[in-house]
C-alpha cells in the first residue's frame, strides 16, 4: 500500500484547506483510514478517522466541528477539509491506513502504512 498526501500549504488563520491522499491499493475500502499531525517539538497526534465503509468518523477535539474526513472508495482516496484554520493547526499531515476497516482508528501504532506529509502552516 503507498499513500500520497497533497493539498498543504500556507494559509491566514480562518482559512480553509483540503488535503488529499491518495492510495495505491488493490480494494480501498478493506482499509481504514485517518489522518495524524506533527508540529515541531512534539508527538505526532490523532486528527480524523473514517471506517473503509464510509459509515462513521472519529475526530480529535481541537478539531471536532472543524474539520471533516471523508473518502471516495471509487477514487482510493481520503480527503480532510478544514476549516476555520488556527495557528495551532500548523504542523506536517500524515495520512495513514490500517487494517481494521470497522474501526476508526485512534492509535498511530495501529496504522500499518503511512503517506509522506503534507506541510500546513497558518499564519497571518
Known amino acids: 500500500v503507498q499513500l500520497q498526501a497533497s493539498g498543504g500549504g500556507q494559509v491566514q488563520p480562518g482559512g480553509s484547506l483540503r488535503l488529499s491522499c491518495a492510495a495505491s491499493?488493490?480494494?480501498?475500502?478493506?482499509?481504514?483510514m485517518g489522518w495524524f499531525r506533527q508540529a515541531p517539538g512534539k508527538e505526532r497526534e490523532f486528527v480524523a478517522a473514517?471506517?473503509?465503509?464510509?459509515?462513521?468518523?472519529r475526530y480529535a477535539d481541537a478539531v471536532k466541528g472543524r474539520f471533516t474526513i471523508s473518502r471516495d472508495n471509487a477514487k482510493n482516496t481520503v480527503y480532510l477539509q478544514m476549516n476555520m484554520l488556527k495557528p495551532e493547526d500548523t504542523a506536517v499531515y500524515y495520512c495513514?491506513?490500517?487494517?481494521?476497516?470497522?474501526?476508526?482508528?485512534?492509535?498511530?501504532?495501529?496504522?500499518?502504512?503511512w503517506g509522506q506529509g503534507t506541510q500546513v502552516t497558518v499564519s497571518s
Open positions: 495513514a491506513a490500517s487494517k481494521e476497516p470497522w474501526r476508526c482508528v485512534r492509535f498511530a501504532s495501529r496504522y500499518a502504512f
Open positions: 491499493v488493490g480494494t480501498f475500502r478493506h482499509y481504514g
Open positions: 473514517i471506517r473503509g465503509d464510509d459509515s462513521n468518523t
